[in-house]
């Protein structure tokens, strides 16, 4: 490890770890005025209740909403030096000692075996990049026959190590296998803010002069080949507990209306023990189980001082600080999407162009003004007379 870093990465993760240490300090007290949010909510949805979401507005096979805070680290990282971070990592699998010396006793990282996706994701925003400059995103993967939406608002809690608390929801889809689009119904659904499971209920608060179809117009396609490793702790009862998540990637991101033009970059991202579109964990459950809070996530959870000063959190940002030492890595703000999109704009493409992605409804455009969705519906095509 020690030949990766320079007296200036010394330096900087010196630094980074007083700033990590000072939230610690602050945890305790925090923590007095009850357990605050716990890391990840996922809706216990009754069958009728799954059955009338499926059946009403599109949403599902399994309408089991989630929603989750997630602590995580962005670090750009040259195509170049891909390899050289993969071998880093193996080395660490490989060398449980070196392993502890870089994230703590009791520590070890092992490789994950997860598959290749193959697949797509399909990056969407108005056609003036509303969600990109606002750092936020909405994202649908359509993977084994399954539509996932992800949306993550512009909002977030950065510290000065790098990392940030960022708040992400989703729900599975019955979205168009082939083009991914949406029906109408769907977004009748994303409308409507009463309901706990729809993970665009704040869109309209955070963008009042939009109407939500607005932001449905496909920007771009991002691919990841990434290799993972957890970071695992032993705990009193002598088992191993997954405490992180990091990902070496090769991103390349892609012009839908000229999908020969692409872009690739290299990315390093850590995050918390991540959930996904199945049951939660069993850590996952207890935490959720006793906390007093009620879920889902709101955008301004991410700067709720009890999640931001506990020890879950704090110890995910000790990681992070860790691993940019240990790869010589710095952060980055701007998300996957952010930065495919500032990479396909240098190349010439034109996002105004984007299709859009809800079935039945057409593009509008007022002179001068970005391109937006019209509220009417289309007319249905009338049957040629016989």
Do not use: C
């Amino acid at each position: 490890m020690t030949e990766l870093l320079t007296k200036r990465t010394h330096t900087q993760v010196i630094k980074l770890l007083f700033a990590t240490l000072s939230v610690a300090l602050l945890a305790r007290e925090a923590r007095g005025d009850g357990a605050g949010p716990p890391m990840v909510w996922r809706h216990d949805i009754s069958d009728e209740v799954e059955k009338s979401r499926v059946d009403r507005y599109g949403v599902g096979p399994y309408a089991d909403a989630q929603t989750r805070l997630e602590t995580e680290l962005r670090t750009d990282i040259p195509l170049s030096r891909l390899p050289e971070a993969k071998a880093a990592m193996d080395r660490l699998v490989a060398d449980p000692a070196a392993a502890a010396n870089v994230f703590g006793a009791n520590h070890r990282v092992v490789a994950m075996a997860k598959k290749p996706r193959k697949v797509w994701d399909l990056y969407l925003d108005t056609t003036d990049g509303r969600l990109a400059a606002s750092g936020a995103s909405l994202r649908i993967r359509i993977e084994n026959g399954t539509a996932q939406i992800n949306y993550k608002p512009p909002t977030g809690n950065y510290f000065d190590d790098g990392m940030k608390i960022g708040m992400e929801a989703g729900i599975t889809l019955s979205a168009d296998k082939k083009t991914g689009k949406l029906p109408q119904k769907t977004i009748d659904f994303f409308k409507n803010t009463r309901l706990v499971d729809n993970p665009l209920r704040e869109m309209k608060k955070q963008f009042p002069d939009l109407n939500l179809e607005d932001f449905f117009f496909l920007q771009l396609e991002n691919k990841q080949d990434r290799q993972m490793y957890a970071v695992e702790q032993l705990d009193g009862a002598g088992q191993w507990v997954k405490k992180s998540e990091i990902s070496v990637d090769l991103v390349v991101g892609r012009d839908p209306m000229n999908r020969a033009t692409q872009v690739r970059y290299g990315r390093v991202e850590l995050e918390g023990d991540h959930v996904s579109a199945g049951q939660l964990n069993a850590r996952q459950q207890a935490a959720l189980a006793g906390s007093d809070w009620k879920g889902p996530h709101k955008a301004h959870d991410t700067k709720d001082p009890r999640f931001a000063a506990s020890d879950e959190v704090t110890k995910i940002r000790g990681y992070g600080v860790a691993l940019q030492g240990y790869l010589g890595v710095t952060p980055s703000k701007g998300s996957k999407y952010v930065r495919s999109r500032e990479l396909l704009a240098a190349r010439g493409v034109r996002f105004d162009r984007g299709r859009l992605m809800v079935k039945g409804l057409y593009r509008t455009r007022a002179r001068n003004k970005p391109v937006r969705v019209s509220q009417r519906r289309a007319k249905p095509i009338k049957s040629a007379r016989r």
